[in-house]
């Protein structure tokens, strides 16, 4: 125990330990002299990051002096930092501590910016879903009647081999919108959920799409085997999952590797909600990334920019996991894109 006046105190770095705030004291050549865990953890100073972090905060060498000299408190917002590979975005407070000390408070922002992009998407994906539903719902039963024409018409006009051909083209086309209907509405059954290890949908998708004849595609598993069970319902996670390799495979066009990885976050916030554990199935490709016209509508249905889709299997895959009280997430350069499915390790209703 320390004194802090004529009284016993804890010890200053037992404080900082306890902030879920990342704190760094650096002197001015940029020498990282102490950071408390949450700052270790973001800035990965446990893996032998400190030469990265000076290098990182290089730029505000010449503000640190100044600020000592003026015994100064400065606060940048939205500054972003690279550090092992990974540019971070964080509004930096920086005060003088000691004579040649500055205390760098660090709060990130990219999980904030991502959070509220993800609010304004659901909200635009939720308004898109209804307005598909309700026309879904408007266009079945004339499906309905169309086809029942057709029908009658065939059975009254056996011998008409012209006749014939055209209801079947009717038949098939009714059928084939009927079908696209019946997507658009999205799965009317019951969710049936139970405790599940969420290897085995994966490994169940690693299988059909390892079955399929396409040479020039490489399946790559990364699998963490210490993830915690799943309430879910397998079949719509299934669902989920091969609506992103096939989007994947598309946009490789079958040429590439598409890697499914597995992983575990904690205090993740999800559609509002913090959750201590969350489960994290990533389908990453090698393709040439998502085209940046359709990034601000990318989960929308019938959005597609490939010529062989629908456009439904993404506004679908997030549908079935949002049931769960997950989302998917996505991030895309090229060479990588990541489609991210996350599910909060907890009953949920719905």
């Known amino acids: ?90 509004d930096c407070v920086v005060a003088p501590c000691a004579e040649n000390l500055v205390l760098v408070e660090l709060t990130p922002l990219d999980r ?37 024409a057709a029908q009658l018409l065939a059975r ?12 079947e083209v009717i038949l098939q086309e009714v059928d084939r919108l009927s079908r696209l209907v019946e997507r658009l509405l999205g799965p009317r059954l019951p969710s049936e959920r139970k405790t599940i290890n969420v290897h085995e949908p994966v490994e169940h998708v690693a299988r059909l799409t390892g079955s399929e004849n396409h040479p020039d595609l490489r399946l790559v598993r990364d699998y ?24 994947a495979r598309e946009a490789m066009a079958d040429r590439g ?9 904690r205090q993740y916030t999800i559609q509002g909600r913090r959750h201590p554990l969350v489960v994290r199935v990533d389908v990453v490709d090698t393709g040439p990334g998502v085209p940046g016209e359709l990034r601000e509508k990318l989960f929308l249905p019938l959005v597609s920019g490939s010529g062989r889709s629908t456009g439904l299997g993404l506004a679908i895959a997030q549908d079935l996991v949002q049931r769960h009280g997950g989302l998917i997430e996505w991030r895309s350069r090229p060479g990588e894109t990541v489609f991210s499915i996350l599910l909060p390790v907890a009953e949920v209703t719905g």
């Open 1 to 90: 125990m320390r004194r802090i006046g004529d009284r016993e105190g804890p010890d200053p770095a037992a404080l900082l330990a306890q902030l879920a705030t990342a704190v760094l004291c650096v002197d001015d050549d940029l020498c990282v002299h102490h950071a408390n865990p949450a700052a270790q953890e973001l800035l990965g100073l446990a893996r032998g990051g400190r030469g990265e972090i000076a290098r990182a905060l290089l730029p505000l060498a010449g503000d640190f002096r100044r600020l000592l000299q003026r015994w100064e408190m400065r606060t940048y917002r939205e500054h972003r930092i690279e550090v092992s590979g990974r540019v971070l975005t964080v």
């Open 112 to 148: 904030h910016l991502l959070i509220s992009g993800e609010d304004a998407l659901n909200e635009r994906h939720q308004a898109a879903r209804h307005l598909v539903r309700a026309l879904a719902h408007e266009v079945r039963n004339p499906l309905a009647g169309v086809r029942g």
């Open 156 to 167: 009254r006009y056996p011998e008409d081999a012209e006749g014939r051909a055209c209801t």
């Open 224 to 247: 963490d085997p210490s993830l915690p069970g799943l309430l879910a319902d397998p079949e719509q996670i299934v669902q989920a999952l091969l609506n992103l390799v096939r989007n």
């Open 257 to 265: 590797t598409v890697t499914l990885r597995t992983r575990v976050e």
